[in-house]
C-alpha cells in the first residue's frame, strides 16, 4: 500500500486542491490490487445477490406526554452474529449489528443485520431509545473483539479501572491485543439539538452484562454516570449495566442521518465490525410535502413509496425510494472480516513501537493511519444488483466507508440523468444537475450523504454498472485519472449493477428540472471567527529492512493564532466553547496532505467558502500562516445545511453554526483510523455543568 501521498507537494502553491469532475475519458494507470485478508477480490462473483433494501425498526412502545408530543420508544441492542454478505457459496462472516429486541405490533421485524434497520422519525416528535450492549456469548460470558484493539492509543481502557479509564497507558513493552469486553456508546450522526446526554459522547461507553469481567475492569466510561444522572432528571430515563437510554426531539429539518458506535479510540474498529443504520426524519414545515411543482404551483411529487413500519420482510411492495450505504471491507477465505493486525500493511513500518521509539508517542503497534478495504459492500452485501425500472428513483446515499472517498460515476449508466436534491442537512437551495454540470460524478466524503434523484427513463434495458472514481489511498482533490489514481476498475472500481426492465406503469413523479424545494432561512450573522488546525504528526520508523521510513504518528486538531498553529490532544482542556446561542463561523485549516471530512457534532452549518493557504518551497503549508486570496464558493451540493464538510489540503474551509443546546460535545475528523488517534477533540456550549468529570 502506497503511504501519504503529500497532494501539496504535488499541486504546487498556486493551485486549489478542490476535487474536479474528469470531462470524457481518462487513462488508467498501471495497478495491482490493494492488500487485503487472504480472499482474492477477482475470486468474489459481482451482482449475484440482490440489494438488501433495510425495513424500518420496530417501535417498542410510545411513552404518553400529558401536554407535549407522544414519544416513539425503541429498544435496540447490538449483538454477534452470522451474515452472509459475500455472495452464495462462500462463507458467511461474523459481524456485529442493531437490532430490536422488542416490538409493540406483532408484524414487527426483531432482526439483527448489518447495515441496521432504518428508524423512521416524524419532524418534532421525540424519539426514545434504549441501546443495549449485547456482546456476549451463549454462555453469558463477554465477547472478545472481531479485530484487533490496539491498546497504545488513547481509547476507552477498561483495564485501566475507575482511575485511569480514558486513557492512554503506560507501557514497559509492546503489547498485544486487547482481548477483553467491548465498549459501545452509540450516536446518532446528524441529530440537532439532542442533549449531551444522548450524543454518544466517546467517554460514556458501557461494558455489556456479562459474567466473567474482571472486578478491576471499569465498566463505564467517565461521562457515564454523569449523563445517567441527567438524563433522569431532564426527561424521567433510567440507565443501569449494560444500557443506556438516549432521546432525540427530531427538530432537524427533514433529512437523511444515521447512526452508528462512537467509541473513544475504538470508532474504526466498532463500525468495522457491523454497527451501523439509516435514520430518516420524515415531516415538517421543510418536508417532502413542502417540495413544490414549479409549473403548476402544486405539491410535487416525489419517487416513493419507501420501506414503511410493519412491511413483508421479504418485502411484497416495490420500493422506489432506497437507503444506500456503501462500505469497503476485505474477507480471508473462511468468511471472516480482515482488518490489519500491525502498522506494516500500511506503509512497510515495523518500528519502533511504542514504548521504544525515541519520542514520547512513537509508533503505535497496530493502529493503520488509513485503511482501504479491497472489496465493495452495500446494504451489507458485496457487489449486489438492483433491478429498477425505466423511470425515476430516490437514493439516499451514505458514504460509511473507513478512509474511502468515493466519486460515485454514473457516467457507465448509457442515458442516464441524475438529479441531487439533498445533503445531510435536508433539501438543498436547488435541485443540482449532476449529469450535465458535473460529469455524472458525486464525489462523497466519509459519512457524506446525498439524497439524489435517478432517472432511469431512456436508459436501455440490461444491466449497466454504477463505478467509482475515488482513489485506492489518501484523498487530496484533483482530476480522477490525473491527478490520482482512480480505483482498481475490477473491484473498489465498481458498486453495484442497476438490472434497468421496462416500466410496468406511467411514472407520476415530477421531473427534477422542475422542483421547487423548501426555501432556506439563513443563520444569524457570526459574532466569533475561530481559527482552527488540522495537523499531520510524523515520525521516522524502520522496514523490515531496516531503512528509513517516515511516517503517520497521529492526526491532531488545533487553533491558529497569529498565524501559527498549536497542536491540542484529546485529553487537553476544552478550547473551543461557543456562548449559548452564539453564532460562529469555524476555519478549518488543513495543514496536512489528506483532504478530511469534518464533523461537528449537535449542529448543522452552512458552508461559507474556501481559500488556499501559501506554501513553503518544501510544498507544505507555510508558517506562519498566509491566505493566497483564490476563493471559491460552496459547491452547488453543499448549498442549505450540512453536519460533515470536506477540508482540502492547502485551504482553509470555512463553516457558519449556530449553538444552542448547551453541553458537552465532540468535533473531529470522519476517517475513522484519523479520529481515532487524537483527531478528535471536545468541545462545549455554554458554561461548565457543575459536577461534570
Known sequence: MLSRRSFLKLSG??????????RGRFTLLAQAQIPGGTLDPGSVLKYQTPLLIPPVMPVAGTIKQSG????????????????QILPAGLPP????GYGAVAAADKRGLLLHNAPSLTIEAKWSRPVRVKWINELVGANGDYLSHLLPVDPTLHWANPPGGSTDRDTRPIFESTPERY?????????????VGVGDDSDGYAEAWYLPVANNIPGDYATVGTWYDFFAGKAAASYGAIWGPGFATFQYPNMNRASTIWYHDHTLGMTRLNVYAGPAGFYLIRGGPEGDTAVLDSRFGTPAVLPGPAPKANDKFPPNKTYYEIPIAIQDRAFNEDGLLFYPNSRELFDDIVGPFIPFGTMPEEFSPIWNPEFFGNMIMVNGNTWPFQTVE????RFRFLNGCQSRFLILDFSQIPGVEVWQIGNEGGFLAAPVNITANHGNQLLMGLAERADVIVDFTNVPVGNHVLGNL???????????GVDFTVAHPDSTGQILQFN???ALGPDPTTPPMFLQLPAILPLPVETIIRPLALIEKMGMGFDEENNPIEGPVEALLGTVGDGVWTEYKWMDPVTENPALGATEIWEFYNTTGDAHPMHVHEVVFEVVNREGLALDENGDVAQPVQLNGIITPPEPWETGFKDTIIAYPGQVTRIRAQFNTPGQFVWHCHIVEHEDNEMMRPYRIGPEQPGQP
Do not use: C
Open 13 to 22: 502553491a498556486g493551485m486549489l486542491s478542490l476535487y474536479v469532475v474528469s
Open 68 to 83: 407535549g408530543q407522544n414519544i416513539d420508544y425503541y429498544e435496540i441492542s447490538v449483538r454477534q452474529f452470522m451474515q
Open 93 to 96: 462472516t461474523t459481524v456485529w
Open 179 to 191: 482481548t477483553g469486553p467491548v465498549p459501545m456508546v452509540t450516536h446518532v450522526h446528524g441529530a
Open 390 to 393: 425505466k423511470r425515476r428513483y
Open 470 to 480: 475515488g482513489p485506492d489511498e489518501p484523498f487530496g482533490g484533483g482530476i480522477p
Open 500 to 502: 434497468v426492465v421496462p
